[in-house]
């Protein structure tokens, strides 16, 4: 992985459904609550366009997202914390954003710290896929 892309991705070696259930699963499993899932697929459709299939799901783990907006309120453009799988290919692909590139945008050691974290939890999720 190039740390100059914008993007964390992997291929999955499971399927789309069972890489899609793995990602919620791993969710919980770090105390994190999965927010809400978009069938990007299901919508496309619904305006008559056709794609491979594409979930988006977002979370949010209460406690960072508490302490990033206490510090500064602009935070929340990088919240809720969003995992992308889709096929593209006839192959799974899992792709999170690259927030090593978030953490240089701030100076607070807090916020960097969380954003750390966050990192190295979404890479350890996307990775077991």
């Known amino acids: 992985m190039n740390n100059n892309n914008f993007d964390y ?3 999955s070696k499971r399927d789309f459904d069972s890489t899609a259930e793995g990602i919620i699963n791993e969710i919980e499993k770090y105390g994190m609550r999965v927010l809400h899932i978009h069938d990007v697929r ?13 979930k988006m799901i977002e979370f949010c783990k209460a406690d960072y997202a508490d302490t990033l907006l206490r510090i500064d309120p602009r935070i929340g453009v990088f919240l809720p914390c969003k995992i992308s799988v889709y096929v593209r290919e006839h192959t799974t692909h899992v792709s999170v954003l690259n927030f090593d590139h978030v953490v240089g945008l701030f100076s607070d050691k807090s916020t960097k710290d969380i954003f750390v974290d ?5 890479r350890k999720i996307v990775s077991k896929q």
């Open 9 to 11: 991705t992997v291929q």
């Open 42 to 54: 299901a919508t496309l459709a619904q305006k008559g366009l056709a794609s491979d299939s594409f």
């Open 118 to 122: 966050i990192n190295t939890i979404l």
